[in-house]
């Protein structure tokens, strides 16, 4: 959880600040990718309840990272590039929201506190990341797109890791953690199968 969120920091930090790379005025840019955020803030309300957090998270990040990826392709054509990012932003405003609320439901409640600022403290450290990611179009143009694409990659495939929380009881306590990653975890049908022969054999006859 804490990987994910930090890598969506500076993703999200590291993409508003390339948006200086693109040809058109960092006035215009901002403001549009601004109003951007409004719609891709509201879908995540719905999404998250709809299709899920992990599921929310892990469409974005590499909806995101396909378009960053295909910027590198497109490279020369000022205005393509400039729809590609503004998409981007939308996907990576996505992602955050999904991850600021995957941040607190996987923590138990005993512990929601001092584990969401743990996670929030190494998130806002990593996003010390962001300027360099920029700063790495002097070696290549291409260069902070790609680095943006593998990082959502990289969150993507870490996302598919984290539990699933929505209409699910949160935990109050370790033990009720550990079982939340178990049955709502990665492979989360095989393991709901093995949960439920188990149940079947402890379950006593009926007289």
């Known amino acids: 959880m804490i990987i994910n969120w930090s890598l969506t920091s500076i993703l999200f930090d590291a993409h508003i600040r390339n948006l200086d790379s693109l040809e058109y005025s960092i006035y215009w840019t901002f403001t549009i990718s601004s109003f951007i955020e409004l719609p891709a803030d509201l879908l995540s309300i719905w999404g998250l309840e709809i299709i899920g957090r992990r599921w929310s998270a892990v469409v974005s990040l590499v909806a995101f990272s396909i378009t960053m990826f295909v910027s590198t392709i497109i490279i020369d054509n000022v205005l393509w590039l400039t729809i590609l990012a503004m998409l981007g932003r939308g996907f990576i405003t996505y992602s955050i929201n999904t991850a600021a609320q995957i941040s607190l439901e996987v923590v138990p409640t005993e512990l929601r506190g001092q584990g969401s600022a743990l996670a929030n403290v190494c998130a ?48 109050d306590t370790i033990a009720e953690t550990n079982e939340l990653y178990e049955l709502n975890g990665c492979c989360v049908v095989r393991k709901q199968s093995v949960e439920l022969v188990n149940n079947q054999i402890e379950k006593p006859e009926s007289v």
């Open 124 to 171: 806002q450290a990593s996003m010390f990341f962001a300027p360099q990611v920029v700063f790495s179009r002097t070696i290549d143009f291409r260069l902070p797109f790609v680095i943006l694409g593998f990082g959502s990659g990289l969150a993507g495939i870490f996302a598919l890791f984290l539990p699933e929380t929505a209409n699910t009881k949160l935990p």
